[in-house]
């Protein structure tokens, strides 16, 4: 498979997310991945030739980071037609923020829900509040089922054609 | 200069903002020798020591830097002074780029009549010993029944909390309980916030307000009126509806009033040589009083340490600005530092990506000018009275911090350095 990785953050931990999902799918040299931050990345490159992870924390009361917001308006304006697109999500947060807990993530999976694109997999969630588990090793636990659910979408899709 | 050969990077202050420099440059230029100096034998600045000790999500960002520091190629050198231990230009001498990042870390003083009072302290007074930076705790005991607070942003809210918060609320927290006791023997019965600004205008965060709420036994009231006509989604309507709750909150037979004075000014601290009251004036009504006070504690901002020897003869290194971070090509700045004593941790992350750009382009377009060969830190060790911390020995220091934690605390913080820098260079 060829997987992309797009992230959006503020404080960091979600690029070196990105960092170390890049280099634990690399190490299994089973797939082709690249990682790229959402602010260098151009709504025009999503397609279906790729997987996609997205990673995006939140901050301000529960926005996307600074770094995920022209991308997320680019696709507010435009509205393209993802529905041949699959991604995959994982949010950061922090429970502090109880009314907007990781909503950051919420805004940018909604819209591109909207869009038609299609999340596969469980929803991946960090709590910051969870001081035991870091934001990387979160992440590292949860992919596996999320590459688990795009190898099935490959097979549909190859089943269907 | 060539730019096949790895160069040597200095950067001065190990906060947040010199962290993120690094990390943005050794994602770059990953062969690089990047040596983090901080005068303290511990890292991080103010994450260590200023973030509040109950808030450990906010100082988690610190694996990052753990991370950073792991890299063969990024050394930190604990316990050294620039501008004392190594003058800048020496530093300069022996290293291709400089950046410093010595942050702000002064509480600004109220300006007004009557600031020299016995009973005025400012929130650093409490903060750096809560934190563990400063063995003094000796405040803690004197603040008396009746505390007013000036400020209104989140330092403020700090305070305020700190003021409220009872044992069992430290659960989890790396307070110095030495401080902490000394407080709860004869905490406060009442606490006025005055804030200049009004409640709309007003620099806290509402998930701070509410968090005020979590706290028993404290009744909230407040002198703002209301207003419907608010875009539900701002900042100033959060806000109002944060402190809405809090004071909507019934609580019978409260151990601590809380009132929250907005668009009130303190104009003067009364008293001989113990402050005994404070002269406030309201915006809204013109009207001038006078309101009683063990003690003031004023959340007012911060500054830079201007009578730090890094600073002499270069003061203009202190002037703020949003522009570049470079000084000249081959030196630069970043952070508070360089913008002021305004933002958040991440707000440095933004900060330090923007001055690394700077640093990359002024390497990429060859106009770091100097062909001496530079050897980083070894150059500079005969100079040295004592070997810098390096990181592998501050994580022994770290590593006992945490064995040593009480039951009901994430770790013991070693007062000041003294103990760190023992712990860091005992040979096991
Ligand atoms: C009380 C307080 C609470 C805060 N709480 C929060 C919070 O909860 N959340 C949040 O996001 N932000 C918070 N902030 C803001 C945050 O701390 C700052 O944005 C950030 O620390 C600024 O980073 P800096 O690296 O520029 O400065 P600093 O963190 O101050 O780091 C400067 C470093 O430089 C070192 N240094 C200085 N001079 C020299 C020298 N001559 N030689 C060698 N080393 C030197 C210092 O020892 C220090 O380690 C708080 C600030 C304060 C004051
Ligand atoms: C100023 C600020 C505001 C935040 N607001 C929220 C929020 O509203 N909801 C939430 O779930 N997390 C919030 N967070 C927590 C971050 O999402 C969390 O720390 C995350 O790990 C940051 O990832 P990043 O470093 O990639 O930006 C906030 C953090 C900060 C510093």
């Not at chain 1, 993802?82 to 950061?92: E, I, P």
């Not at chain 2, 530093?91 to 780029?97: G, K």
């Not at chain 2, 709309?200 to 509402?206: F, P, Y």
């Not at chain 2, 009683?292 to 007012?300: E, F, H, P, Q």
Request: net charge negative.
């Amino acid at each position: 498979m060829n997987i992309q990785i797009l992230y959006g953050t503020e404080s960091g931990n979600t690029e070196l997310l990105a960092m170390d999902l890049e280099e634990e799918i690399a190490d299994s040299g089973d797939h082709e991945v690249e990682f790229a931050d959402l602010q260098e990345y151009e709504v025009s490159s999503l397609d279906s030739s790729k997987y996609y992870i997205f990673a995006c924390s939140t901050h301000g009361e529960g926005e996307l980071p600074y770094t995920a917001q022209e991308f997320y308006e680019t696709l507010v304006e435009e509205s393209p037609d993802l529905s041949d697109v699959y991604y995959a999500m994982f949010g950061l947060g922090d429970r502090f923020y109880e009314d907007t807990y990781s909503q950051g993530s919420e805004v940018l999976d909604k819209k591109l829900s909207e869009l038609g694109a299609t999340r596969v997999g469980e929803y991946g969630r960090h709590d910051a509040s969870s001081l035991e588990v870091t934001p990387s090793d979160a992440a590292l636990e949860w992919l596996p089922q999320a590459l688990a659910a795009f190898s099935e979408i490959g097979e549909d899709v190859s089943a269907a054609s | 200069m060539t730019t096949d050969k790895p160069l040597q990077i200095a950067v001065v202050g190990s906060g947040p903002s010199g962290c993120f420099l690094a990390q943005a440059l050794n994602r770059k230029r990953p062969d690089d020798i990047i040596t983090v100096f901080d005068q303290l034998a511990a890292p991080y600045g103010l994450i260590r020591y200023g973030v509040a000790t109950d808030h450990q999500q906010t100082k988690s960002i610190t694996r990052q830097f753990d991370r950073l520091f792991a890299k063969e190629n990024v050394k930190f050198a604990g316990n050294i002074e620039i501008g004392a231990d190594i003058k800048i230009e020496d530093l300069r001498e022996q290293f291709d780029v400089v950046a410093l990042a010595t942050g702000r870390p002064n509480a600004r003083q109220l300006d007004i009549p009557g600031k020299d009072l016995d009973g005025v302290y400012t929130a650093a007074d409490l903060i750096y010993s809560l934190n563990s930076f400063r063995g003094k705790t000796d405040v803690f005991s004197t603040l008396g029944e009746h505390i007013v607070l000036v400020g209104g942003g989140n330092v403020a809210l700090d305070i305020l909390r700190f003021l409220i918060k009872e044992h069992t609320d430290y659960d989890g927290s790396d307070v110095n309980d030495d401080a902490l006791e000394a407080y709860l023997g004869a905490p406060v019965k009442t606490v006025t916030v005055l804030n200049r600004s009004s409640i709309d205008e007003a620099k806290s965060d509402s998930a701070m307000l509410r968090e005020l709420g979590s706290i028993e036994g404290v009744r909230f009231t407040s002198n703002h009126a209301p207003e419907e006509d608010l875009d539900e989604k701002s900042a100033a309507a959060r806000r109002r509806s944060a402190v809405d709750s809090l004071v909507d909150t019934q609580t019978s037979a409260p151990r601590v009033e809380v009132a929250f004075r907005f668009s009130t000014a303190p104009e003067q601290f009364l008293g001989q040589d113990t402050l005994e009251g404070i002269q406030i004036h309201e915006a809204e009504t013109q009207l001038r009083s006078e309101i009683y006070a063990d003690s003031a504690i004023t959340a007012v901002g911060f500054e830079a340490d201007d009578k730090s020897p890094i600073y002499k003869g270069h003061e203009d290194l202190m002037r703020i600005t949003e522009d570049s971070g470079r000084i000249e090509p081959g030196f630069y700045r970043t952070g508070w530092l360089k913008r002021g004593a305004v933002g958040t941790i991440p707000a440095n992350r933004a900060c330090a990506q923007g001055v690394a750009k700077e640093i990359l382009a002024d390497i990429d377009e060859n106009r770091i000018h100097d062909t001496a060969e530079k050897s980083g830190l070894d150059g500079l060790r005969h100079r040295l009275a004592e070997e810098p911390i390096s990181f592998s020995q501050w994580v022994l220091a770290n590593e006992k911090e945490l064995n040593l934690a009480d039951v009901n605390r994430i770790r013991k913080k070693f007062v000041g350095q003294r103990d760190i820098i023992a712990q860091a260079t005992t040979q096991n």
